[in-house]
């Protein structure tokens, strides 16, 4: 009678004829199951199931260690192997794991990048529960937004929504802070003692509940100490800001991350704000501060911004509430989505974090590509090999694995090369994305770890479809001389691979020339303004005291040619937003306007030119401080056919005055916007800076003298100065990057797909060796074989521009109207892309195909 196996012995059973081969070689799982009854009859039942679970774990034990041991020698012969491809093919090695390493320092360099965008902000303890109240007023011709509110709206948070846990406000000034005959021009940050209750700044030194209780208190980082002191001990010292308010250091900061929007080397007390601006404006809270709050959910921002209106309604009226709209912007997101006008620092673009994402991924994508078109070009000569081995006993399985673990060893060498080429690459890197990145594996240990991952990855990718294509013949196929050579050169998958190819490397080099042009159309478009051999200077404290007499002592000199000062220069400071109303219009709606403080001689300065009426007359005092004048967008939004003798009122009756002049619109912003409405008036007491015009040719001496000029007029002041045209320029920056981005990317692209070509059309001339001896016999010209080799590239080049044209014209499209002003995109843009890619490409293949043809046909008679 057949026995029955008991439950409990099933699944372990199961396991033993798993392990199959074991159970092959030593036939044991009959013997341990008749060995598990014998000792069930002699001992308690727990203990033979112990006993037998003992023998199925140690024979699985067993099991695995002969299968590490036999799979590890396989993998080590697959390397011998593949170590011999690499030294019997030099040049076709080098240049598959070159490609690969180029492809793969791009994204080594970007991920550093990309991880650093990404991680502005989070180091704060809080962070996903900070948010940053932002503003927008509604008006009926065009609404405001403004990552400023005024004072009040914090505090006033904090009181009135049981969400906000806490609010800070933040004011930057610049100023001069001194300490003996130590003296810089400094960036201050005010702020209430809430600060480190919202962020998470490291404090060295000093009690974060109580350093800027004081009016008087502040604290500055440790490279500030070392700067002023020359020591760590700096706690209790004073420090002087403008030569009128003494400081007491209450705490030593830890150096801000490089990763954080809000860098500062001070930070004072918010009280020492009623100073600067008086207790009435300072009680009234209309002083403009960043503001930010810590939630106690982050997920009530949403509700809090549909209670705002409530919030004003209740602070401020009904008529207030209905033009005001709070939001909150989360602070991780600020870095890389917020550009407003007035930010703490010069914000990065996400898209320009996804555009140089996307060319690096896409450049390593090239690479690929490339090792995939070479490895299965060379297929012919592999096909004898693995037919060998099928013979044999080698099963696909086996073969996928030896070609796999090929083209990951060369994925391993590549990345190897790819950190030695980011090593010496990355000083450049950091110049130009203005970054201080570092490679060190204790800085990123996930990210090298990420990296390695993405380089088997890429390795894996590259070899996958050459491994199959390889394992896949058949030894009879190879015997009967199916595998043929003009089988595989004429391979659809491989042409299609160079149409990819060069398809990103025309769309690449279209973007470059497009970007290119539209940074020349920046750099010379006529702005309406002369801004042509322009110093900016900051004025002397308490300028409106002695303003005419330095103007008047500067233009003593030769050197100096014109003298004017304003709110802010031209080009890329539009004025401060002010709302005024029409003298006598039925609007009730006030129309924001920008306002500039100038001086008499401001327009004949910049040499901006009247439409309407004149300019600013020192000569007529009703012209300081009563009259106005308008640029044509401010006349167009008011809606006034002729704005001569008109008065504006300026909402709480600042800034009012007569309209005596309208010039001609230049631009008052970048030129990723349209032309700002603006109103110009004159009061001393406004203005922010100086401009000097320095003759041609002379400019040391006139800065000389103007640094001379200072330290009369001026002597606690610290001189410093910029170039007009240097300073418009920088608001361009990002589109630099990219500019450059797309000129690497276009060489890199171009470079790895000719390496492709150029071990391609090696290739080919090698398989039609024989082929070229007869057509010379038969008396075939050099020109003529060129030609025929050529030809089968040719198609493919011109397939590839068809696709990149159409890709390439969207996408730089949407990138060109991110431009109020910009250039077009004619024809003859996307003809010259395609044409250079085709040109550069019929010089890699025609060096290879003149080679050939010009061999000796007898010995190529002779090939094989």
Known sequence: MKRTTPPYLKFPLRILSFLKRYDAEYGLTAELEMEFRHKAEKMPLVRALLWFWGQVIFAGLVYGLRALQSGGALIFNDLKVTLRQLRKHKSHALINIVGLAVGMS?????????????????????????????????????????????????????????????????????????????????????????FFDVFSFSLEEGDPSAVLDNPDSLLITRAVADKYFGTRDAVGKTLTIDGRYDFVITGILADVPSNSHIKFDFLASFDHVR??????????????????????????????????????????????????????????????????????????????????????????????????????????????????RKVVGADRRRLFQQFIVESVTCAGLALVLAVVFSHFILPLFNHVMDRSLTMSIHVHPLLHLGFIGLALLAGWTAGCYPAFLLASFQPAEIVKGKITKNRLAGLVLRKGLVVFQFSLA????????????????????????????????????????????????????????????????????????????????????????????????YFRFFAVEFIEGRGFSSSIPSDTGKALILNEAAVKRLGWESALGKRLKEVKGEMSGRVIGVIKDYHNVSLHENIHPAVFHVDPGMFGQLAVRVAPGRFQEAVAYLKTKWSEWAPFNIFYYSRLNEDLEK??????????????????????????????????????????????????????????????????????????????????????????????????????????????????????????????PVKTLRYE
Not at 337 to 351: D, F
Request: glycine share 6%; charged share 20%; with cysteine.
């Open 506 to 601: 025309v769309i690449f080099i279209i973007g470059m020339l497009t970007v290119n042009r539209q940074m020349e159309y920046l750099r010379n478009k006529d702005l309406g303004f002369n801004r042509n051999q322009v110093l900016v200077l900051p004025p002397p404290l308490r300028l409106e005291m002695g303003y005419e007499g330095l103007k008047a002592e500067l233009l003593r000199h030769p050197a100096v040619l014109e003298v004017t000062a304003s709110t802010g220069n031209p080009g890329f400071y539009p004025g401060i937003p002010f709302h005024y109303t029409a003298e006598g219009s039925a609007e009730s709606e006030p129309v924001r306007l920008d306002y500039m403080s100038v001086d008499h001689d």
């Open 106 to 194: 791009c994204c080594l360099l970007v991920l550093l990048f990309v991880r650093e965008e990404m991680s502005y902000d989070r180091f704060h303890r809080h962070a996903v529960k900070i948010f940053r109240i932002t503003e927008t007023i509604k008006r009926a011709a065009e609404d405001y937004y403004s990552i400023r509110v005024q004072s009040w709206i914090g505090p006033g948070m904090k009181e009135t929504f049981p969400e906000v846990e806490d609010a800070v406000r933040i004011v930057r000034f610049s100023g001069i802070v001194s300490h003996g005959e130590k003296r810089f021009a400094e960036r201050l940050f005010y702020t209430d003692p809430s």
């Open 731 to 856: 608001m361009y920056a990002e589109e630099r990057k990219m500019s450059l981005v797309f000129k690497i990317a276009s060489g890199l692209s171009v470079l790895i797909a000719c390496l492709g070509l150029l071990a391609l059309s090696v290739h080919m001339a090698d398989m039609r060796t024989k082929e070229i001896g007869i057509r010379k016999t038969l008396g075939a010209s050099a020109s003529g074989i060129v030609k025929l080799l050529c030809r089968d590239f040719v198609g493919p080049i011109l397939l590839a521009d068809l696709i990149a044209w159409p890709v390439i014209f969207f996408f730089m499209k949407r990138w060109l109207n991110n431009f109020a002003f910009h250039v077009s995109l004619p024809i003859w843009l996307f003809v010259g892309g395609g044409g250079i890619a085709l040109a550069i490409s019929l010089v890699t293949i025609g060096y290879q195909s003149l080679k050939a043809a010009s061999a000796d």
């Open 275 to 388: 100073r600067i601006f008086g207790e009435r404006r300072f009680n009234a809270g209309r002083i403009s501060t960043y503001t930010y709050v810590r939630l106690n959910n982050p997920e009530s921002s949403a509700e809090l911004e549909e209670k705002s209106a409530g919030f004003f309604q209740n602070r401020k009226g009904k008529e207030y509430a209905a033009h005001r709209i709070l939001t909150l912007q989360p602070l991780t997101a600020i870095h890389l989505n917020s550009h407003g006008a007035v930010e703490l620092e010069n914000n990065s673009r996400i898209q320009y974090t996804y555009v140089l994402t996307s060319v690096a991924l896409l450049i390593l994508l090239i690479a690929c590509v490339n090792y995939i078109n070479l490895t299965t070009a060379r297929a012919s000569r592999r096909a004898r090999e693995v037919g060998v």
